[in-house]
T-cell receptor
Framework: AQSVTQPDIHITVSEGASLELRCNYSYGATPYLFWYVQSPGQGLQLLLK??????LVQGIKGFEAEFKRSQSSFNLRKPSVHWSDAAEYFC????????????FGRGTSLIVHP | EAQVTQNPRYLITVTGKKLTVTCSQNMNHEYMSWYRQDPGLGLRQIYY???????DKGDVPEGYKVSRKEKRNFPLILESPSPNQTSLYFCASSPRTANEKLFFGSGTQLSVL
């Protein structure tokens, strides 16, 4: 069965600092990989998606993520964080192996200090 | 505007009183799904539907029902709610499958007393 691990429950950064949120997945082949963001009181919004091709994926709001097969990782990065980036971030593995059920990580809460 | 609309946003009810949370999308999407979000557990899928009259269980279907009589609507039914169903619920849709961009509703916060 596939699984997703987001090892950091909370991350605190200063505005303008760089950001990296970690995501590790467990699946035998290359899965569909996603990062979603949830602002307070809102639904989830897709930041970016990877399935094949270039392992560095560009998303919305200045985010990018890098797929590393050898490490089973799909970490999310942003070079300079804005206060409006404070939110909950979810990594997800898409439906695989005949299943139609995606798997979400537990989420990482990003706190941005002025 | 393309959107997924859930109602209500907040709901407080008592144990055993049947309730329905509505979900509607205006994007002609085939795939629709329901999730619950609990602290420390992320999102877990309750049910999904690949098209009209086609529904199937997700990871946590116990205590829930769904129906898909029209393409745009996918209501979530709790026939006898219990306190352990207190949670934040999200409806989501995509053009065809779970491996495309999911469009989420704004959520329904349910409290079962």
């Amino acid at each position: 069965a596939q699984s997703v691990t987001q090892p950091d429950i909370h991350i605190t950064v200063s505005e303008g600092a760089s950001l990296e949120l970690r995501c590790n997945y467990s699946y035998g082949a290359t899965p569909y990989l996603f990062w979603y963001v949830q602002s307070p009181g809102q639904g989830l919004q897709l930041l970016l998606k990877y399935f094949s091709g270039d392992t560095l994926v560009q998303g919305i709001k200045g985010f990018e993520a890098e797929f590393k097969r050898s490490q089973s990782s799909f970490n999310l990065r942003k070079p300079s964080v804005h206060w409006s980036d404070a939110a909950e971030y979810f990594c997800a593995v898409g439906a695989t192996g005949g299943s139609y059920i995606p798997t979400f990580g537990r989420g990482t809460s990003l706190i941005v200090h002025p | 505007e393309a959107q997924v609309t859930q109602n209500p946003r907040y709901l407080i009810t008592v144990t055993g009183k049947k309730l329905t949370v509505t979900c509607s999308q205006n994007m002609n999407h085939e795939y629709m799904s329901w999730y619950r979000q609990d602290p420390g557990l992320g999102l877990r899928q309750i049910y999904y539907s690949m098209n009209v009259e086609v529904t199937d269980k997700g990871d946590v279907p116990e205590g829930y029902k769904v129906s898909r009589k029209e393409k745009r609507n996918f209501p979530l039914i709790l026939e006898s709610p219990s306190p352990n169903q207190t949670s934040l619920y999200f409806c989501a849709s995509s053009p065809r499958t779970a491996n495309e961009k999911l469009f989420f509703g704004s959520g329904t916060q349910l409290s079962v007393l």
